[in-house]
């Protein structure tokens, strides 16, 4: 049987406080954000569990939020070099 499962890290985050922390604490670089309205059609909490990945596959996350950020990190400057957005400051 076909299933999609939304796989996370078990852990609610708050993009616009822990993870910005997070990103700046991982990259040393500031991490520009613009605060919006929500869109329609977004829902106002959005919290995931990885339960249903686990029981389906017997799958379970190895890393945590932190070290995602770092290997995004380590992609975009291999990928784009070590150049900074211009107005953004370490």
């Known amino acids: 049987m076909a299933a999609t499962v ?12 822990a993870c910005k922390a997070l ?17 329609a ?8 569990s990885n339960a249903a990945a686990e029981e389906a596959f017997g799958w379970s996350p190895r890393r945590g939020i932190a070290e995602q950020i770092a290997d995004a ?9 070590q150049e900074i ?3 953004v400051k370490p």
């Open 73 to 81: 990190w380590q992609w975009h400057r291999l990928r784009f070099g």
């Open 41 to 48: 059609g977004d829902p106002p909490v959005l919290v995931c």
């Open 23 to 39: 990103a700046r604490a991982v990259t040393g670089h500031a991490i520009p954000t613009e605060l919006a309205e929500r869109r």
């Open 6 to 17: 939304l796989v996370t890290g078990g852990a609610g985050y708050v993009g616009s406080h």
């Open 85 to 87: 957005k211009k107005g």
